[in-house]
């Protein structure tokens, strides 16, 4: 870990770390993974260590607050593999001493020496992919895991020294009625865990459940009955001691996913892996996709660091997209990514970030929002209401940068 000269003067930077490699790709996955490339694992790793040190120099006024590593499924890959990468990590980045690690595991794929494993290495979060306690239903999402595995792999981590777990699941599956939905949700309360992270399915373009749905072969979600099980889900969580933090995402006190919360704070955040997206250095971009792409451009890139210029894609050859953030859309990302905090928008915070406040320029669309009991005010704050939450991406949708002018905003 580099010492900083003074750790206050830093600015607080989340690290996304992807892992593509999959052991089967789930009907409703459209996440950059792959299946049956594992053996790639080993020339990954090396590709993912040389991109961690090539932005050294460009990550020197930042301190990592926060580690998340995200696939495809990061428990895959080896322990001595995930040793380099994090000896990568202290070698290249000021690591808060009290950073929030996370790794994703699938419960098929982890036992009690993995975990360990992955504490003694400094893993402090494990975010377990349930999606649901019904074998039937792993099974119709194409999950190798049953619902017994996930339960024993719980108590694993629970056993190997985790005091920090997050549960996935998913609602509104093929099949699943509310009070189906309700009994998974008992189960997940039952095991106690600090977080948790609960989905609609949605049918993404390009995935195998798009195409069912496309031949009849499988239903659509129905929304009606998935707004009946996100209500239900505020009630159940609610009486069980978790707190709603997020439209998604609840915990118990003081056990919120910081890594998440960079996110929706429109904060700094480095992706590196293949298909890994940024938020830094005034722009957004992304890696290339592929993961055999990805270890190749890696091998050419640059040993040392050039001078910053207006292009990262003319100094890191991994890079295939990439944007410059202009004043308005920095604007729209900080409401909307804000909005899905249930503690809203803070407005004197927006305008002492933006120069402008957001009703000069979105005054409309907030109006028409109100006027449709979508968002309300409530201590200086803007934020959704219950329905709200349920319409959220027709309030999202209405701030876009498409959908708004903003004269006057600085640097515009």
């Known amino acids: 870990m580099r010492d900083p000269a003074s750790a206050s003067s830093l600015r607080p930077l989340g690290l996304y770390l992807h892992l593509p490699f999959c052991d089967h790709k789930c009907a409703y996955c459209d996440f950059n993974s792959y299946a049956g490339l ?24 930042y301190e990592v607050v926060t580690v998340f590593f995200g696939g495809g499924t990061p428990s895959l890959t080896p ?19 009290d950073a929030e690690i996370t790794l994703e595991a699938n419960p098929g794929t982890v036992d009690q020496a993995y975990l360990r494993g992955l504490r003694g290495l400094g893993v402090n979060r494990l975010s377990l992919g349930v999606q649901s306690f019904d074998d039937g239903e792993l099974q119709r999402l194409d999950r190798i895991h049953s619902a017994e595995q996930a339960v024993a792999a719980y108590g694993a981590a629970r056993t190997s020294g985790f005091e920090n777990i ?71 969580t609610a009486a069980a001691g978790y707190a709603q933090y997020e439209i998604s995402n609840w915990s118990r006190p003081g056990r919120t996913c910081a890594h998440n919360l960079i996110y929706w704070r429109n ?19 992304a890696m290339i996709r592929p993961p055999a792409g990805y270890i190749a451009r890696l091998r050419t890139a640059p040993g040392g660091m050039p001078v910053l210029g207006d292009n990262l894609q003319t100094i890191f050859p991994q890079i295939t997209e990439e944007t410059a953030i202009e004043p308005l859309t920095d604007a729209s990302d900080t409401a909307v990514l804000g ?26 669309a907030l109006e028409e929002l109100e006027g ?26 209405r701030l876009l940068p498409s959908e708004l002018e903003a004269p006057g905003l600085p640097g515009g």
């Open 79 to 97: 322990l001595p593999q995930l040793e380099r990468i994090f000896a990568a990590i202290h070698g290249s980045f000021a690591l808060a001493a």
């Open 166 to 236: 997050n549960l996935d699941l998913i609602f509104g599956l093929e099949g699943q009625e509310l009070a189906g939905w309700q009994a998974n949700l008992r189960r997940a309360v039952a095991l106690a865990p600090e977080h948790l992270s609960l989905y609609g399915l949605t049918v993404e373009p390009g995935t195998k459940l798009a195409w069912q749905v496309e031949q009849g072969a499988a239903p659509a979600p129905d929304p009606d009955l998935q707004a009946d099980m996100y209500e239900a889900t505020t009630e159940q």
């Open 339 to 364: 909005l899905r905090l249930n503690e809203g928008l803070d407005l004197d915070a927006f305008a002492a970030r933006h120069g402008i406040r957001l009703a000069a320029f979105a005054g409309p």
């Open 267 to 285: 904060q700094p955040y480095l992706g590196l892996g293949a298909g890994a997206h940024s938020c830094f250095a005034g722009r957004r971009f």
């Open 372 to 397: 449709w009991g979508l968002l309300e005010h409530a201590g200086g704050r803007l934020r959704l209401t219950p329905r709200g939450r349920l319409l959220s991406n027709e309030v999202f949708l």
């Open 38 to 61: 594992d053996h790639l694992i080993p020339a990954y790793t090396e590709a993912l260590v040389r991109d961690i040190a090539l932005w050294r120099e460009l990550a020197a006024g």
